[in-house]
């Protein structure tokens, strides 16, 4: 997936440079610049490349910042969902021991033939 991302950018940039290169300087009777009304009396020259890439990147900003809020979010909800999860579940109960003492083939329970492990008479 990061490689389609990447080739996708790539792409994008040879576009980019291709067609700033194509416009950037038109016939002579043309500046090749376009003048764009700050104000009553100012007027800005910006070529064409240039106001083109800047609107991209000005329209891109909005939607970046919102999916790297929404991402942002998403990860917070998840900690602490897990978070909660983690407080409201218990360790494993310890096995019940049983009832009965559980007799080995020579009729002596597990406890005693532990305690005489060492003596056989």
Same mark, same amino acid.
């Given at each position: 997936m990061q490689f389609l /991302?990447?080739?996708?950018?790539?792409i994008l940039a040879v576009a980019i440079a291709l067609f700033s290169k194509a416009n950037w300087?038109?016939?002579?009777s043309y500046t090749g610049r376009v003048p764009? /009304?700050?104000?009553?009396?100012?007027i800005l020259l910006v !070529?064409?490349?240039?106001l083109i890439v800047s609107a991209f990147l000005l329209g891109l900003l909005p939607m970046w910042i919102f999916s790297r809020v929404?991402?942002? !979010?998403? !990860? !917070?909800?998840?900690?602490?969902?897990?978070?909660?999860?983690?407080a409201t579940t218990s360790p494993c109960p310890a096995p019940v021991p049983p009832l009965e003492p559980v007799l080995s083939p020579s009729g002596e329970s597990d406890e005693d033939a532990a305690a005489n492990a060492g003596f056989r008479p």
């Open positions: /991302k990447t080739a996708i950018w790539v300087d038109i016939q002579p764009i /009304k700050l104000w009553e009396d100012w !070529r064409l490349p240039v929404a991402r942002w !979010r998403i !990860r !917070r909800r998840l900690q602490n969902a897990e978070l909660a999860l983690a």
